[in-house]
């Protein structure tokens, strides 16, 4: 079945350190995309990306990045520039916007 | 970015039908409303969308106001499966190529909390 794949489900990184968290998708879907939900809260976009090789900030890019070198795959990495990473990371695709998202199952990240 | 209000919270009994109500006054004529639910821990679940026709599909219908600044979600008969967050979101549809500024990623707020009792 064609879906969206996060690793780990659980993160725990020291403070200073950078962290990447995985996803990938076998929708063939261009566009991919990355939010952050903190406890009780909505998701805030980061990055988003609608084709390889390109990719735009979203609400609160500082102190995240990412890359897209294949349609598949679009990592985030968490950098020591991120002042509070700790929150649940949610990456979702989409064949183009007038339809709907699909998200994957999320990656609890825990500074520690 | 077009805004979208919803209840906190709303509750309902098992086997009822149970109607979710979204206002989005500032909706624009290329804003799709979409509905998404969320389960703890778990990353959102597409539920439906529409641009100005009522919708339905195996799991809901969303009713759209005509002057389409409020939709409904309607869930025909609720089970304590259905018990989640649900959010009401707009997307703007212009193509892949954006002309103005802004994001093209659903902008989610806190959405409703729905409490199914057995």
């Known amino acids: 079945d064609g879906g969206i794949t996060q690793s780990p489900k659980y993160l725990f990184r020291k403070e200073g350190q950078n962290v990447t968290l995985s996803c990938e998708q076998n929708?063939?879907?261009?566009?991919m995309y990355w939010y952050r939900q903190d406890p009780g809260q909505g998701l805030r976009l980061i990055y988003y990306?609608?084709?390889?090789?390109?990719?735009q900030k979203g609400d609160i890019a500082e102190g995240y990045s990412v890359s897209r070198e294949k349609k598949e795959s679009f990592p985030l990495t968490v950098t020591s520039a991120q002042k509070n990473p700790t929150a649940f990371y949610l990456c979702?695709?989409?064949?183009?916007?007038?339809?709907?998202?699909?998200f994957g199952s999320g990656t609890r990240l825990t500074v520690v | 970015d077009a805004k979208t209000t919803q209840p906190n919270s709303m509750e309902s009994n098992e086997e009822e039908p149970v109607h979710l109500p979204c206002n989005h006054s500032?909706?624009?004529?290329?804003?799709?409303i979409h509905w998404y639910r969320q389960l703890p821990s778990q990353g959102p679940e597409y539920v439906i969308h529409?641009?100005?026709s009522n919708v339905n599909n195996r799991m809901a219908s969303l009713a759209i106001a005509e002057d389409r600044k409020s939709s409904t979600l309607i869930l025909h008969r609720a089970t304590l499966r259905d018990a989640a967050v649900y959010y009401c979101?707009?997307?703007?549809?212009?193509?892949?190529?954006?002309?103005?500024?802004?994001?093209?990623?659903?902008?989610f707020g806190k959405g409703t909390h729905l409490i199914i009792q057995p």
């Open positions: 979702a695709s989409s064949i183009e916007q007038t339809y709907g998202y699909t």
């Open positions: 929708l063939n879907h261009d566009a």
């Open positions: 990306s609608q084709i390889v090789n390109d990719f």
């Open positions: 500032t909706i624009s004529g290329t804003d799709y």
């Open positions: 529409g641009l100005t």
């Open positions: 979101i707009l997307r703007v549809g212009h193509g892949l190529m954006y002309s103005g500024g802004g994001a093209d990623g659903l902008t």
